[in-house]
């Protein structure tokens, strides 16, 4: 590199494709941020969204015509106003609301804190920097202060994601119970319910190679070996590790199979699909 850098947005002497890695992330979360915001929605009822889910007559958030309950992991847990659980805290005055809308400030609240998509998202949308070496819009940088300050939430996110772990693993158990029309209990597995199985997989293994949990489990020792608890969270912060040097791509792809088990549920629920949750072992 030559001294001084050259001037002007995207200037550089990198000779490399440097911009493929921010404008793939900006198309990536661009349409993960739509279809979210879209599906998310689409469950709310008022004004526009009327067409849709439950104002159109049938719900979009789970299956229930082959006899289990998959859940979407965008609904999960389920708070519908006056409804069981949850639910029955909210009032009958928000059910115009959608149950992602009581819900979602969590998981996003979770990765837009995360270190690695603030990475991500700084340089794709805000160009914070453009790339290193290249010259970005303008010149002044003030790191994480202001507003930026709520990034330190982080790790009180990173609690309450945890808390999504046994919610998302009794959605998979809920998913593999069935009931026939003359109620009758039997198990089986179905593509909905491997989809919440892969999705509960994608999201542990990003929960735990977070920084935040990695610091928690194995933080706060000066060293390693003093004692048994040391000795413990020294593993502990191994195990993390494991997960932490792969953060990126959990990161990645857990996103993305929230989607797509999502809009699996949803093809299977929306009339216009003409599709059925597929039985793949067991069932009624
Ligand atoms: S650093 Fe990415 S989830 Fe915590």
Redesign the pocket.
Known sequence: MKLPMKRGFGKTDRTDDWWKGPAAMAAYLGIMVVYSTWRGMMEADFWIFEEFGRSAGHQTMWIESEGSHVLSPLFSPLVIPRGDGLGSMVPLELAWMSPAMFILIFPIG??A?????RKAYYRAFMQQPTGCAVSKPWDEYSGETGLLLVQNL??Y??YV?LIYLPILSYDVWMSVNFHSAANVHSYGVSVGSMMLLVNLILLTG??F?????RHLVGGGANEWTANPMSRLKYRMWRFSTLF?EN?RDW?LYSLFWVMIADFYIYACTDPMFGLTDFILWGGP
């Open positions: 979770f990765r804190t995360c270190y690695y998509y982080h790790r996110f990173m994601a990003y929960c190679g977070c920084h935040a949990f932490n953060h990161a």
